[in-house]
């Protein structure tokens, strides 16, 4: 596969993240509909971007479909989060293949687009992920009452 084939992967990749995010923008409201457009909006900036390198290397952009098949269609906030965190890991999929571009300034690009994806798919998550997973965990800490605090008031 060469660099216009990874180009065009991820393009597609792109086309279909803002065809769901699209539907993923009406379906939620408050915070999580200001993250969705948000992610829209960088989606559609990245498609944009990657037009252009495909042109200014002689190669034909793909159009977008007219409709994506989703996994599922989100009710609310909730399922619209987990949806948005699946296709943020189709995104960083195709600029995986990106990343192994013959061109340096293209897998410079794909390395920074996947940080980007990783960083949003975390975001919509309900929890954080342990800051080193597969570490155990620490201890609870010890919490001390105010009597037992070795500085009195007024010391």
Partial sequence: MNDIDKLRKALAAE???L??????GARTSG???DRMTAAFDAHRARRDQLR?????????PAEPDASYALPF???GNAQAAKLAVHLESGVTAAYLELAAAQDGALRRYAA??????????????PAQPP???????????ATSSPSSSPVQ???
């Fill in 112 to 125: 920074l687009a996947m940080q980007e994806a990783v960083t949003r798919s975390y975001a919509f998550r």
């Fill in 15 to 17: 086309h279909a993240a």
């Fill in 52 to 60: 252009g390198y495909i042109t200014s290397r002689g190669g034909e």
């Fill in 131 to 141: 800051a080193f997973p597969g570490m155990p965990a620490p201890p609870p800490a």
């Fill in 153 to 155: 008031d007024g010391e």
């Fill in 73 to 75: 269609v989100p009710s």
């Fill in 31 to 33: 915070s999580t509909r």
């Fill in 19 to 24: 065809f769901a995010y699209g539907l993923l």
